[in-house]
């Protein structure tokens, strides 16, 4: 989903991911710079640690990266111990992403994204909540076995508010239009837009890990 197509009242589709043309690796050959994924023009510092950063860049209110997350959670558990994967929350606009992302953040915080992360998408997505708005947020987490209240003291807190300026700040220093995409090592970024569909953009991550895992081996 591009930032272009976002409107405050309605969300619009981008192209289906599976009407795009496949990769070139899917033909046999290297993914192609330019066409399969994007080097950026002016590289981020190296991560610290000395492992492979992925990020994957995503909205909650996005149907694309809603479609993503089952594709995308078994390929996470496989990804080798080299590799340190994060999610960041884009925000496009003030509102609904900022909430948005503070309700993610909010959740890593009190260490509960892998407990909540697919029941927050779900109430977007198949129960048609907004949770834009504090007292509707409080009432879902309620709902959902969270203590409501405390949610959103980590909700509107420093750590958290800090977390999403950042997280904005990364997405605009990978020239992230569009979501879901994924960087890699601050050098590169790829999506099912480029890739072909959401399993050829995992693909081209992969070659982008092995690229970078053999440039530091």
């Known amino acids: 989903m591009k930032r272009r197509e976002f409107s405050a009242a309605v969300v619009t589709c981008v192209i289906a991911a599976d009407t795009l ?3 070139a690796q899917a033909q046999g050959g290297r993914p192609v710079e330019g066409k399969d994924y994007v080097r950026l023009g002016s590289p981020l510092p190296a991560p610290p640690g000395g492992k492979v950063e992925v990020v994957e860049f995503f909205w909650y209110g996005c149907p694309h990266c ?16 080299g590799v340190n994967f994060r999610r960041v929350p884009v925000a496009f606009r003030e509102e609904p992403f900022v909430a948005h992302q503070r309700i993610y953040y909010a959740l890593e915080e009190m260490k509960l994204v892998d407990a909540m992360h697919q029941r927050v998408f779900a109430a977007i997505h198949v ?3 907004r949770l834009d708005k504090p007292a509707e947020i409080s009432a879902f987490m309620t709902k959902s076995g969270v203590d409501g209240s405390k949610f959103l003291e980590y909700y509107n807190g420093f750590s958290v508010q800090t977390k999403a300026r950042q997280a904005t700040q990364l997405a605009q220093a990978y020239n992230i239009d ?5 960087g890699v090592q601050g050098k590169y970024f790829t999506s099912a837009t480029l890739a072909g569909n959401h399993e050829q953009a995992l693909a081209v991550t992969d070659y982008l890990i092995q690229k970078e895992r053999a440039r530091g081996s």
């Open 127 to 129: 129960d048609h909540l």
């Open 178 to 182: 569009g979501v879901p995409a994924i």
């Open 21 to 23: 043309p496949l990769p």
């Open 66 to 81: 809603n479609a993503f997350e089952p594709i995308l959670e078994p390929w996470v558990k496989r990804l080798p111990a």
